[in-house]
């Protein structure tokens, strides 16, 4: 999985490139620094830091401190990310009234390319299940979407999983033991939309497709059927009585 550098998040919460090299330096710091102690750990010009350091303070991510010189303190990452977080919640709230919706569902074939938006889709599919969801995948991928997990057996939805390792998947999931294949993932989300496809955790070209068609969510969920039932059979021939692991 490809690695995201500090600078780089601090970009999606609404900073400049050096502006997020200043904030993070101004957390690095013990005390309070002036633009010149600034210009001189960042090796950024005084007159981009004095602006940087002005727009950081007008975004909620630093304090000016009054005095000659000036000097800047950080304000503390979880309260900037999350005051950000919130007006952003509060633009969600306000576009969703304001944006016109389609009346109709889309129903095609649609792909879904680069692990960062397949892992958006998963994470969507996830949230929106009312009733059950069928997943095979191998175990790290299990591991990426344990919290969206939790949060379905919280809601008391069916969750049945077919992946290579089950002893630590969370009570109350219904799990089956098979090599599912490196990166290869497939969803079955209320019996009504479905992901499959593979993805890739070494920033290597990956996609997947999503469809609410009948005939692939068919398909796809007859595939399944035969899988758990294989498995069944197989444990049942190594221990009589064996199936599913829980």
């Known amino acids: 999985m490809s690695i995201i550098k500090p600078d780089d998040k601090l970009t999606l919460f609404g900073l400049t490139r050096q502006e997020a090299a200043i904030y993070r330096t101004l957390c690095r710091e013990d005390v309070p620094l002036t633009g010149y102690e600034i210009a ?143 990166g290869q993932i497939r969803i079955i989300a209320d019996g009504a939309s479905v992901l499959t496809g593979e993805i890739c955790r070494d920033g290597s070209p990956c996609s997947c497709l999503f469809s609410t068609k009948e005939n692939l969510v068919s398909v796809l969920k007859e595939s399944l059927k035969n899988q758990i039932e294989l498995i069944r059979l197989r444990e049942e021939q190594i221990n009589p009585g064996a199936g599913a692991d829980n």
Do not use: W
């Open 40 to 182: 001189k750990l960042t090796g950024i010009s005084r007159s981009n830091v004095y602006a940087a350091v002005g727009a950081l303070t007008d975004k909620g991510a630093a304090y000016i401190m009054e005095g000659s010189p000036a000097r800047y303190s950080p304000v503390s990452p979880k309260e900037f990310c999350g005051n950000y977080l919130r007006k952003l919640e509060g633009f969600s709230e306000e576009l969703q009234k304001e944006l016109p919706t389609a009346t109709h569902r889309t129903d095609g074939y649609i792909t879904v390319n680069g692990s960062q938006r397949i892992m958006d889709t998963v994470r969507g599919m996830l949230a929106s299940v009312r009733e059950r969801v069928y997943i095979a995948a191998d175990s790290e991928f299990i591991s990426d979407i344990a919290a969206d997990l939790a949060g379905l057996l919280e809601r008391e939805m069916k969750v049945v999983i077919i992946t290579p390792e089950t002893d630590l998947l969370p009570e109350g999931v219904i799990s089956y033991r098979a090599d599912c294949g490196k």
